[in-house]
């Protein structure tokens, strides 16, 4: 896909905490994992998601998104499915987005893309490494507008810290938009309706179902 220099992406960095300590096998296991998030991801948002998921030194990852409205529900769908399916596998992830321009992706690999989204992404997530700043936060240049969408996503991010794998395939569903009902038949086990809504429930899926819909507003007025 070209790059469009007029508009504005979302560039969401990533890494998982404490992945140097972990078996090699494991670490081995979550590239494998990564990739299955950004293909499930695709497939959800196949006109928003033009490369695929990138990996990088080992334990990071990028992915680019066209529409920087869906960013913070794409990267919190990302984390829950890498959650609901841990099994072994680290868990404590930081996830950063950066808004803005970018110049090119060579050869299709996200990784060594340039420009201002990848930059800011980029600077962001090791800013939370060194800074413990939160799990999941947001960048844009306008500083204004940023703001309160970090906000928003510094508090989704903290309601994700404590999700438990079953509550993060619950969420995962939900986010796809799917009922309760679709979620309990495409659970890999059986499951009653009432579990999948206690899931969600202790998730704190209606706290950001809202928060999701106050950031998609903000960030489409005016559109960025």
Known sequence: MKVDPAKNYAVVSGDFIGFSGLPAETREASYHLVKQAGAELARMFPSAMPWEVDMFRGDGWQFVLADPIISLRAALFFRAYLRARAGGHPTDVRLAIGVGPIDYVPDNRVSAGDGTAFRLSGRLLDQMA?????????????????????????????????WTERQARAVAGALQGLTIMQISEQWPDKISRQAVGKHLARARWPEIQTGLKIFESAASKPEI
């Open 130 to 162: 060194m800074q413990k700043t939160g799990s999941m936060r947001f960048v844009m240049e306008d500083e204004k507008r940023s703001l309160p969408l970090d906000g928003i996503t510094l508090m989704i991010g903290a309601l994700a810290d404590n």
